[in-house]
């Protein structure tokens, strides 16, 4: 039975998340702030969490960081916020720490329902990633790299590759056609494969191939704009590396 762990001051809210969640086959666990919230995260290990953003003691947002700050780099369990409103700030901030969604009050049965289990089930697919072994995760042959994806391994080109990007303990691969696969396993898994060929990391999160780079613009560090349109910050201890190499590939 997968469990869900509510964080809200308003004891009626809790209860009617509650009854929902236990109507619906889901194990709840409850807490009335984030302090609490904490204490059950790390003793009982919830599959999600729902979490009030404003809340005496702790708010979510300070219990998102609290919880990141000590997994570091483990999954943790998806935070759907709750919230009556909040500004276009709160919400980018919210989602900088990890936030998986927002559920905005007043809330239907179906809505929290749906993207609970949503955020479940990617949870899950996640987690039977992670169980591939990372022997699997090799080179082919000369030109492809094995990904592992949700079907299994997929033998992607190199160049088909445009960047790689740190996701928490996941990373992302970026590629051609505005295809994106989300890889249970850390981004420095890939970092030696990866340097081997056209690749460069140009940020501690971020490593990018050379020849998807269309322009360097010049800064205090600076930035590149990919193949895709997209943009990616350069650090500055890498920024001559980078400028080095680009010289060498015009």
């Given at each position: 039975?997968?469990?869900?762990?509510?964080?809200?001051?308003?004891q009626g809210i809790?209860?009617?998340?509650?009854?929902?969640?236990?109507?619906?086959?889901?194990?709840?666990?409850?807490?009335?702030?984030?302090?609490?919230?904490?204490?059950?995260?790390?003793?009982?290990?919830?599959?999600?969490?729902?979490?009030?953003?404003?809340?005496?003691?702790?708010?979510?947002?300070?219990?998102?960081?609290?919880?990141?700050?000590?997994?570091?780099?483990?999954?943790?369990?998806?935070?759907?916020?709750?919230?009556?409103?909040?500004?276009?700030?709160?919400?980018?901030?919210?989602?900088?720490?990890?936030?998986?969604?927002?559920?905005?009050?007043?809330?239907?049965?179906?809505?929290?329902?749906?993207?609970?289990?949503?955020?479940?089930?990617?949870?899950?697919?996640?987690?039977?990633?992670?169980?591939?072994s990372k022997t699997?995760?090799?080179?082919?042959?000369?030109?492809?790299?094995?990904?592992?994806?949700?079907?299994?391994?997929?033998?992607?080109?190199?160049?088909?590759?445009?960047?790689?990007?740190?996701?928490?303990?996941?990373?992302?691969?970026?590629?051609?056609?505005?295809?994106?696969?989300?890889?249970?396993?850390?981004?420095?898994?890939?970092?030696?494969?990866?340097?081997?060929?056209?690749?460069?990391?140009?940020?501690?999160?971020?490593?990018?191939?050379?020849?998807?780079?269309?322009?360097?613009?010049?800064?205090?560090?600076?930035?590149?704009?990919?193949?895709?349109?997209?943009?990616?910050?350069?650090?500055?201890r890498k920024k001559?590396?980078?400028?080095?190499?680009?010289?060498?590939?015009?």
């Amino acid at each position: 039975m997968e469990k869900i762990l509510i964080v809200e001051d308003e004891q009626g809210i809790r209860d009617t998340l509650k009854e929902i969640l236990e109507f619906a086959g889901y194990e709840v666990l409850i807490a009335a702030n984030g302090k609490i919230g904490f204490d059950l995260i790390i003793g009982d290990h919830p599959d999600l969490v729902l979490c009030d953003v404003n809340m005496p003691e702790m708010g979510g947002f300070e219990l998102l960081e609290a919880v990141n700050q000590r997994f570091k780099d483990q999954i943790i369990p998806p935070f759907l916020f709750l919230t009556a409103k909040v500004e276009a700030e709160g919400l980018r901030y919210g989602m900088s720490l990890g936030a998986d969604d927002y559920i905005f009050k007043p809330f239907a049965a179906s809505d929290i329902l749906k993207t609970v289990r949503l955020r479940l089930d990617r949870r899950n697919k996640l987690l039977d990633q992670r169980s591939i072994s990372k022997t699997e995760t090799v080179i082919t042959d000369a030109d492809k790299l094995a990904i592992p994806c949700n079907d299994g391994l997929e033998l992607i080109s190199f160049e088909k590759i445009i960047k790689c990007q740190a996701d928490r303990a996941y990373c992302n691969f970026y590629l051609i056609d505005n295809r994106k696969i989300l890889v249970s396993k850390p981004m420095k898994d890939f970092e030696e494969i990866l340097s081997s060929k056209s690749f460069l990391k140009v940020h501690k999160s971020t490593i990018v191939n050379i020849k998807h780079i269309e322009k360097f613009v010049r800064g205090k560090s600076g930035y590149l704009l990919m193949s895709d349109g997209s943009s990616v910050n350069v650090s500055v201890r890498k920024k001559e590396e980078l400028l080095y190499l680009l010289k060498g590939n015009a």
